[in-house]
């Protein structure tokens, strides 16, 4: 098994370091299906958004949902959400089940309980529950010939308790920035290519519509969140060089 859960390392550090918070995510994202399952009043929503750009060739060769599979692995299963996965694997999850009125899961649909069973090389089918309280609502690739964003969506809560929200994990190939050129001082040399992890993040009370709960721990909120992104960009990292050695 890998260790990459065990210990923050070199790439842990360099997401903290490089890794961009920010409030607004994408429209696109808030018009969404699990935007609707888990908002279906469509009540004031608390959003924000880690991103991190970094070279293509750090990831040549993977497919984006091989890169969505890492990032994955190395949220869910790494040392960071170590206390929160423990709490809801001896019973936490009673406490925030994920349920959504109207969610058909697919027939293939599981619940994971232990973090080796979280594939670093797929998406599991949607429906599939992490932990009790992580569930797969949609998923989407992009053709490896556009730059168009690929994403899945993990939600969490229900619609029918007083908290809820979503995680997107989103990775897009970024078109060539010709000014590179220019700003390198290399003319006719092609451009370096660029890809961008994104984690998405809304939380609502779906029965009220007031703030939720969450937003009186907003600065924890923010430290944990670069903290679970950088875990996911070191399994991410980590996997593809030791593939090269």
Not at 106 to 124: C, E, F, G, M, Y
Request: overall charge neutral; glycine content about 6%; aromatic content about 14%.
């Amino acid at each position: 098994m890998s260790t990459t859960w065990m210990l923050p390392r070199r790439q842990f550090f360099r997401s903290l370091r490089q890794s961009h918070y920010t409030s607004p995510v994408s429209s696109e994202f808030l018009a969404s299906s699990s935007f609707k399952f888990v908002n279906p009043r469509h009540h004031v929503v608390a959003t924000d958004n880690v991103s991190q750009k970094f070279p293509a060739a750090e990831i040549a060769g993977l497919s984006d949902q091989e890169v969505l599979a890492l990032f994955t692995s190395g949220f869910f299963s790494g040392f960071i959400f170590g206390f929160e996965r423990w709490i809801l694997r001896i019973g936490g999850y009673n406490l925030l089940p994920a349920r959504y009125t109207g969610f058909q899961p697919d027939s293939q649909a599981a619940t994971i309980w232990n973090r080796s069973k979280v594939p670093n090389t797929h998406l599991l089918p949607i429906g599939t529950c992490l932990f009790g309280s992580f569930s797969i609502l949609d998923k989407d690739f992009a053709e490896p010939s556009d730059y168009s964003s690929s994403y899945v969506d993990y939600g969490f809560g229900s619609d029918e308790f007083i908290f809820a929200g979503c995680h997107r994990f989103q990775i897009t190939r970024l078109p060539p920035n010709m000014d590179s050129e220019s700003e390198s001082g290399s003319k006719g040399k092609q451009p370096e290519l660029q890809v961008q992890i994104q984690l998405q993040h809304f939380r609502c009370n779906p029965q009220r519509n007031v703030p939720s709960v969450a937003e009186y721990i907003e600065r924890f909120h923010y430290v944990y969140a670069k903290a679970l992104f950088a875990n996911g960009f070191q399994s991410l990292l980590e996997r593809e060089q030791s593939n090269r050695t």
